[in-house]
Nanobody, 112 residues
Framework: QVQLVESGGGFVQAGGSLRLSCAAS????????MGWHRQAPGKQRELVATITSDGSTNYADSVKGRFTISRDNAKNTVYLQMNSLKPEDTAVYYC??????WGQGIQVTVSS
C-alpha cells in the first residue's frame, strides 16, 4: 500500500500565502520524483512543480517566481510554498509520486 496525504489548503486572500504539505509512504518517496498538479473547474489537470530526489526542480510558467517546491527526505514529505497568490490559482491541488501515485487532492481557494 502507498499513501499520499495533502494538507495545508484552505482559503486565502489574493496576495497571501499558503504552504501545502504532502506526506508520502517511505516505500515510494525514497528516490522518487515528487510533484504537484492542480485542476480548476472546467480545466485539465496541469503541472505546477516537480522535484527530483536530489533536489532538481521545475515549474509551470504561471507559478514561476511565486511558488517553491521542496522536500524533506527524512520526513518523506514534499512541500509547495505558494506566495503572491492570485484568484486564478484556485484549484484542487494534487500531490504525486513519479507521476503514478496520487493523493486525494486538497482545495485551495484564493479570493479577490
Amino acid at each position: 500500500q502507498v499513501q499520499l496525504v495533502e494538507s495545508g489548503g484552505g482559503f486565502v486572500q489574493a496576495g497571501g500565502s499558503l504552504r501545502l504539505s504532502c506526506a508520502a509512504s517511505r516505500s515510494i518517496f525514497t528516490g522518487a520524483t515528487m510533484g504537484w498538479h492542480r485542476q480548476a473547474p472546467g480545466k485539465q489537470r496541469e503541472l505546477v512543480a516537480t522535484i527530483t530526489s536530489d533536489g532538481s526542480t521545475n515549474y509551470a510558467d504561471s507559478v514561476k517566481g511565486r511558488f517553491t517546491i521542496s522536500r524533506d527526505n527524512a520526513k518523506n514529505t514534499v512541500y509547495l510554498q505558494m506566495n503572491s497568490l492570485k484568484p486564478e490559482d484556485t484549484a484542487v491541488y494534487y500531490c504525486n509520486a513519479i507521476y503514478w501515485y496520487w493523493g486525494q487532492g486538497i482545495q485551495v481557494t484564493v479570493s479577490s
